[in-house]
């Protein structure tokens, strides 16, 4: 599956964003989709993730009651909502996909084959 990841931006601390994850195979409701993010010299790191049924999101410590992760069906796209943005949240997000995703390791990015290109999100203090 192909992904488009969009939505990215500039925002003062405190400020909203919403990144989008389209993807392009009409079978992406059997993929369970991730984000993850990269601040520069650090590792990429697991932001959120939802499973193929939507029934299942898991957050990361850092952006738990911050970030809200949904799916939409019908268009192919996964949502990554994020609220009262802080600095530390300047990153360059990325969404990956795959079908089988241990729900223990659900934001590994070993877990994923495929990946879109980057979103850069910049927070200003």
């Known amino acids: 599956v192909q992904l488009q990841a969009s939505g990215g931006g500039l925002v003062q601390a405190g400020g909203s964003l919403r990144l989008s994850c389209a993807a392009s195979?009409?079978?992406?409701?059997?993929?369970?989709v991730a984000w993850f993010r990269q601040a520069p010299g650090k590792e990429r790191e697991g932001v959120s993730c939802?499973?193929?049924?939507?029934?299942?999101?898991h957050y990361a410590d850092s952006v738990k009651g911050r970030f809200t992760i949904s799916r939409d069906g019908a268009k192919n796209t996964v949502y990554l909502q994020m609220n009262n943005l802080q600095p530390e949240d300047t990153a360059v997000y990325y969404c990956?996909?795959?079908?089988?995703?241990?729900?223990?390791?659900?934001?590994?990015?070993?877990?994923?084959?495929?990946w879109g290109q980057g979103t850069q999100v910049t927070v200003s203090s």
């Open positions: 990956a996909a795959d079908v089988f995703v241990r729900s223990e390791f659900a934001l590994l990015d070993s877990e994923y084959d495929s």
């Open positions: 195979a009409f079978t992406s409701h059997y993929y369970a």
């Open positions: 939802i499973s193929a049924s939507g029934r299942s999101t």
